[in-house]
């Protein structure tokens, strides 16, 4: 035990690092705000266009945590994600190729509930925005992004019911910048605007299934997720620089516009689902999702004239099939086929257009023995934006990979 609590361990703190490091897309639609939606759930629930009404005994399901009461065995599981987006705007195309980790996570079931703790990408700010005249060149980029580290818990008071509880804390550092350079004019200018968020959320979930018959059964969800305020400490400077060799920027002087600490506002997040299926074999699913408009007026620097947020809705729709699970002959038949389709309102207006978004993911669930439960693969292709009023239109395939392994933790008496 206290080994495999110390590789958990060494694998929760290279993830954070990596997590932290990596640059989580190219999009740019992160540059408002704290930055584009990141994780979309796992990939077995991502493949089923993310709905989180489905739970099972071996797999995680991180957005609902009433579902780590169905947990029989320990899981361990983690996620990455290869993105491939073509850009187009009135003018010009561009594509981008991009690898993420997802998440990482962890559930226990004990004798009081099932246990769950983890960390993923929340959301990621990443955009290199370059325009040039004959008269100066200019270059916008952005980094960073907001990751969110989570204890769940989980049980059942009741037959068929279940639920739970999760407490989040938030926090990363998204960086903002702003480069000018004159023809003719030795020096550039920059604009550097670095802001560090941190700060708790709550959720809670519920799940009910109703008995048909033996093996059939329809289950009814529902999660809700505080809307918090959470702290941000924006630091803002204004400096002229040249430019290195290696294209780095020196700072001739520099000036603190701004040092000050305030708050954003995340959305409110309320979802209700329903599903029918029969236990091992299928399930179909529906979802709807409703977020609260969030509130990033106090960053000035990513919060211009021309963007607002709204209520934001996400329609989902899912399921899964197994031929037969514990077939005996036939890979093919203990294989987990897995499809769904969604449709979201971003919430965001930027020119008085709205960013929608919509998607199309399959996936394939492969067993692969005790410890090595399962590999899951999923794609999903969609579109997000419209090239009508200034606005870029992305094309997305998105390539999601996870693993999960299952184990015997504080099931046995002797640990009771």
């Known amino acids: 035990m206290q080994i495999k609590s110390s590789l958990a361990l060494i694998v929760i703190v290279f993830f954070s690092l990596t997590v932290n490091a990596q640059r989580g897309t190219y999009s740019p639609y992160s540059f408002y705000g704290i930055g584009s939606q990141s994780f979309k759930a796992t990939t077995e629930n991502r493949s089923m266009a993310g709905l989180s009404v489905f739970s099972d005994s071996i797999h995680l399901n991180l957005q609902n945590p009433a579902a780590y009461a169905d947990l029989k065995l320990t899981a361990f599981t983690g996620g990455l994600t290869v993105n491939i987006t073509d850009y187009k705007s009135?003018?010009?195309?561009?594509?981008?190729?991009?690898?993420?980790?997802?998440?990482?996570?962890?559930?226990?079931?004990?004798?009081?509930?099932?246990?769950?703790?983890?960390?993923?990408?929340?959301t990621s700010v990443g955009y290199d925005i370059q325009k040039s005249n004959d008269n100066q060149s200019s270059v916008l980029r952005g980094r960073g992004g907001l990751n969110t580290t989570y204890l769940s818990w989980g049980y059942s008071p009741l037959d068929g019911l279940k639920l739970g509880a999760s407490v989040n804390y938030n926090f990363g550092t998204i960086e903002n910048k702003s480069l000018i350079f004159r023809n003719q004019v030795q020096y550039g200018s920059r604009d550097l605007n670095e802001t560090n968020v941190n700060g708790f959320s709550f959720d809670f979930g519920g799940m009910y299934d109703y008995e048909i018959s033996k093996f059939k059964y329809?289950?009814?969800?529902?999660?809700?997720?505080?809307?918090?305020?959470?702290?941000?400490?924006?630091?803002?400077r204004a400096s002229t620089i040249l430019l290195a060799n290696d294209g780095s920027e020196v700072v001739v002087d520099e000036l603190v516009i701004n040092n000050s600490d305030t708050q954003v506002t995340l959305s409110e997040v309320q979802s209700l689902g329903i599903g029918f299926g029969e236990r091992l074999k299928w399930f179909l699913g529906a979802e709807y999702v409703l977020r609260s408009a969030p509130d990033f007026s106090s960053l000035n620097f990513n919060t211009p004239n021309n963007v607002s947020y709204?209520?934001?809705?996400?329609?989902k729709l899912g399921g899964f099939y197994t031929p037969r699970y514990n077939a005996p002959r036939g890979f093919y038949n203990r294989l987990t086929y897995r499809a769904g389709i969604r449709y979201q309102d971003t919430g965001m207006r930027i020119n008085n257009q709205d960013v929608e978004e919509f998607g199309i993911s399959f996936g394939v669930g492969i067993p692969a023995g005790r410890y090595f439960t399962n590999a899951n693969i999923g794609v999903e292709y969609g579109r997000r934006g419209t090239t009508s009023n200034g606005l870029i239109k992305e094309n997305f395939l998105s390539i999601f990979i996870s693993f999960s392994f299952n184990d015997k933790w504080f099931v046995e008496r002797r640990f009771n």
């Not at 329809?218 to 803002?236: D, K, P």
């Not at 709204?310 to 329609?315: P, R, S, W």
């Open 90 to 122: 009135e003018n010009s195309t561009d594509n981008f190729k991009n690898t993420t980790i997802d998440y990482f996570a962890i559930g226990i079931p004990t004798n009081i509930g099932g246990f769950g703790i983890g960390l993923r990408p929340t």
């Open 218 to 236: 329809l289950r009814a969800s529902a999660r809700y997720q505080t809307g918090s305020s959470i702290n941000a400490e924006n630091l803002r």
């Open 310 to 315: 709204t209520d934001a809705n996400e329609i």
